[in-house]
């Protein structure tokens, strides 16, 4: 599903290069739950931003649902991050001004759905992430857990088959980062590759494999 192949990426920055990722090589098989796991400023962001085609290599091969994304236009480039991926991000990244309901319509919105199949979906979506009973509530009147199950439920609107989440319990406490995580799990059960950014061991547990970035480079795949 993903396969980096001696990825690099660098950044000039007052006209020094900054390495920030180097020679990174790894496969990411259909129906995983990996974790990716490194302490701040080890590039781990940077990594997921270039799964999720937000960010591009400096040098190397990356692959992505079978095709090699070098080889793949704009409009191609965007179609796979807003239907084929989901992303969960540590501040959740709601629309404040929007219900529940509506956040998680929005990708629907734009994917072109009608006003009544789109309620129907967000709300099912709603519900399977535990929200019934949330969903006309504004972001400010839920807790950091129940935005997380939000988001999550927006990630999975155009029914993706990879999550990617870069420190989804970063803002939560530890029981709280738990329900999400086990939330993950259940997802990863139904079928939805899921990627994990985190620099917390104990949440990197949940995923069945480890991949650890230090320094930019992979220094083991547990
Ligand atoms: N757009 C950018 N321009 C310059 N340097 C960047 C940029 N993005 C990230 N970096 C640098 O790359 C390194 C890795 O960042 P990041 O991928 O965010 O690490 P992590 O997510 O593991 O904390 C850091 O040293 C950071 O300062
Ligand atoms: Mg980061």
Sequence with gaps: ????????????????????LRDISFTIEDGEFVS?????????????????CLDVPTSGRVS???????????????HAR?????????????????????NVELPLVYAGWRRGRRSERARSLLTQVGLEHRMDHY??????????????ARALANQPSLILADEPTGALDTATGQEIMELFGRLNSQGVTIVVVTHDAAVAS??????????GKVVDTL
């Design 1 to 20: 599903m993903i396969e980096f192949n001696s990825v690099s990426k660098s950044y000039q920055i007052a006209g020094n290069t900054v390495p920030v």
């Design 36 to 52: 990716i796991m490194g302490p701040s400023g080890s590039g781990k962001s940077t990594l997921m931003h270039i799964m999720g």
């Design 64 to 78: 992505l649902f079978g095709t090699d994304i070098a080889g793949m236009s704009r409009d191609e480039l965007a």
């Design 82 to 102: 807003n239907r084929q991926i989901g992303f969960v991000f540590q501040n959740f990244h709601l629309i404040g001004r929007m219900t529940a309901l509506r």
């Design 139 to 152: 972001p400010n009147e839920l807790s950091g857990g129940q935005k997380q199950r939000v988001a999550i």
């Design 206 to 215: 949940y995923a069945s494999r480890t991949i650890y970035v230090r320094d």
